[in-house]
Nanobody, 125 residues
Framework: QVQLVESGGGLVQPGGSLRLSCAASGFPLDYYDIGWFRQAPGREREGVSCISIIGDRTRYADSAKGRFTISRDNAKNTVYLQMNSLKPEDTAVYYC??????????????????WGQGTQVTVSS
């Protein structure tokens, strides 16, 4: 069974950090670009960051630049999103997804399939 499972979400105060994990089972992640997305209540799902197959290319949304870092460990079949300096506006359900490899990975929802179930991130004092 092909499955992506996100973990690491939770409640954190503004300025705090969280590390999200995206673990794959049933297929090798190293055949795919991986994207992190988020969806806040009442808003469309948006791309946060993506990483290419061997991790040599990454892309970040403007809201994530300088605060978030995406990485992957293909030996562990896992992709990570380190989130620092979190803000209340980062509150959302965070999803990872696998997409076909591109020269530069995409932050567009339509370019991805095999979505995980999501993990809630809440930034609040």
């Amino acid at each position: 069974q092909v499955q992506l499972v996100e973990s690491g979400g939770g409640l954190v105060q503004p300025g705090g950090s969280l590390r999200l994990s995206c673990a794959a089972s049933g297929f090798p992640l190293d055949y795919y670009d991986i994207g992190w997305f988020r969806q806040a209540p009442g808003r469309e799902r948006e791309g946060v960051s993506c990483i290419s197959i061997i991790g040599d290319r990454t892309r970040y949304a403007d809201s994530a630049k300088g605060r978030f870092t995406i990485s992957r460990d293909n030996a562990k079949n896992t992709v990570y999103l380190q989130m620092n300096s979190l803000k209340p506006e980062d509150t959302a359900v965070y999803y990872c997804a696998a997409g076909a490899h591109r020269v530069y990975c995409s932050n567009n929802v339509v370019d991805y399939g095999n979505w995980g179930q999501g993990t809630q991130v809440t930034v609040s004092s």
